[in-house]
């Protein structure tokens, strides 16, 4: 018995590492398009017309992550297309990697790529976004793909509708492989209401006295950053906040890796000159204390990154300049919605912001009855079960060694 089980499991792992090379074979033989060949123009249209926003897979984003990012470079794109009158017209869109990439495991499946932000949910376009779900799920199946992973997907959004109906449709369901809530902002709401029920009078009235203690030093005043001008005068001033703090002990600050650097001064420069980012400032006097990076896509916001001067740290800045940036968003009517795209739990957004987004990693099985998605679903959790451990101790390791600096 022991014998054809090993037998059973080889066999298992050849059929697994066939169906891996024809993923790999397809990408490069031109079944998946690379990112950088995809019709920006196409794309633009796409985005200014889609179901759920996403402002990290805007062309103007992904395309510089994809040109620059650490990691995250050269990927390949899923692409729907139907014929128009004008040509050729892109109605679904999703950057993709293998599971080997992705994650080191030689699984048939493809991943949603990293787009520098923990949100990947693919662009579908809102008049035929069924369409569009299941055309992306047939062009990865044709790559050689047995799996599609969706991950930092929006659970309840549109988007994850389309697929759920597509999939119901053959017979299939999506299969959640993991998920949290993170912080989102209601920006439909009243600002001085909606804070006011976040912290209470007691949080209010000491946010107050670190604000008039932030004063001190200067006039405190909360800039805007929309232009491509201003964009310029400001991005020196967050990546230099952002890297004189605990980002850059870590070493994972933007501006400690030359092509990361070079990423995001080309995506919120080309994001900005299309209206789709923002950089929000606080200063006291001549002294920027507190900066950060707010991508707007349709009707949402996406805060992407925040640095502070951690001499402030007894006046809050983060959250001084996060109080700001949430009046900011409700008094402007176009954003309804704002995405922390935070860690679960945050310590500084969540006790602001108190609404909650459902984010998880989706498995999308291409066809029915297929044994290789068992198998796919077991090798990501027994990835998980190793890993986690590990990731508790390297952070339990570094909150000591903080603890001590």
């Known amino acids: 018995m022991v014998e054809i089980a090993n037998a059973a499991e080889a066999a298992t792992r050849h059929k697994m590492?066939?169906?891996?090379?024809?993923?790999?074979?397809?990408?490069?033989?031109?079944?998946?398009?690379?990112?950088?060949?995809?019709s920006a123009e196409r794309w633009r249209r796409l985005s200014d017309n889609a179901v759920e926003p996403n402002g990290y897979f805007l062309p103007e984003w992904e395309l510089a992550v994809n040109a620059t990012a650490q990691g995250r470079t050269d990927v390949s794109a899923l692409t729907a297309q139907v014929a128009a009158s004008e040509g050729q017209r892109l109605i679904g869109l999703l950057p993709v990697v293998s599971a080997w990439r992705a994650y080191g495991l030689p699984l048939p499946a493809l991943v949603s790529a990293d787009p520098y932000g923990t949100l990947a949910t693919p662009l579908l376009d809102r008049d035929q976004a069924d369409e569009a779900a299941k055309a992306l799920m047939q062009q990865a199946q044709d790559s050689g793909a047995h799996a599609l992973i969706l991950r930092d997907i929006a659970l309840d959004g549109a988007v994850m509708m389309s697929f759920t109906r597509k999939l119901a449709c053959r017979g299939l369901k999506p299969r959640v492989l993991q998920r949290h809530e993170r912080a989102s902002l209601d920006a439909t709401r009243n600002s001085d209401d909606l804070l006011r029920d976040a912290l209470g009078p007691k949080k209010l009235k000491e946010l107050r006295r670190q604000r008039n203690r932030l004063a001190e030093h200067g006039d405190v005043i909360f800039t805007i950053a929309s232009t491509p001008s201003e964009i310029k005068r400001d991005l020196g001033t967050f990546l230099a906040l952002e890297a004189s703090g605990w980002k850059a002990k870590r070493g994972t600050a933007l501006a400690q890796h030359e092509g990361d650097a070079a990423f995001v001064r080309r995506a919120v420069f080309d994001a900005a000159a299309r209206g789709n980012c923002e950089i929000v400032t606080l200063n006291a006097g001549d002294i920027p204390v507190a900066s950060g990076i707010v991508l707007r896509h349709l009707d949402r916001a996406f805060y992407?990154?925040?640095?502070?001067?951690?001499?402030?740290?007894?006046?809050?800045?983060?959250?001084?300049?996060?109080?700001?940036?949430?009046?900011?968003?409700?008094?402007?009517?176009?954003?309804?919605?704002a995405d922390s795209t935070a860690i679960p739990g945050h310590p500084m957004i969540d006790p602001i912001w108190r609404g909650r987004?459902?984010?998880?990693?989706?498995?999308?099985?291409?066809?029915?009855?297929?044994?290789?998605?068992?198998?796919?679903?077991?090798?990501?959790a027994l990835r998980t079960l190793v890993r986690e451990p590990a990731r508790h101790l390297v952070r339990t390791i570094r909150k000591l060694r903080e603890k001590r600096s």
Do not use: W, Y
């Open 17 to 38: 590492n066939l169906a891996r090379t024809s993923v790999n074979a397809r990408v490069a033989t031109g079944t998946l398009v690379p990112l950088d060949t995809v």
């Open 304 to 337: 992407f990154k925040m640095g502070v001067d951690e001499r402030f740290a007894k006046c809050s800045p983060g959250v001084q300049l996060t109080l700001d940036l949430t009046r900011h968003l409700c008094a402007d009517p176009t954003i309804a919605m």
């Open 357 to 380: 987004l459902a984010i998880a990693d989706v498995l999308i099985p291409l066809s029915r009855h297929d044994p290789f998605v068992p198998a796919i679903r077991a090798g990501l």
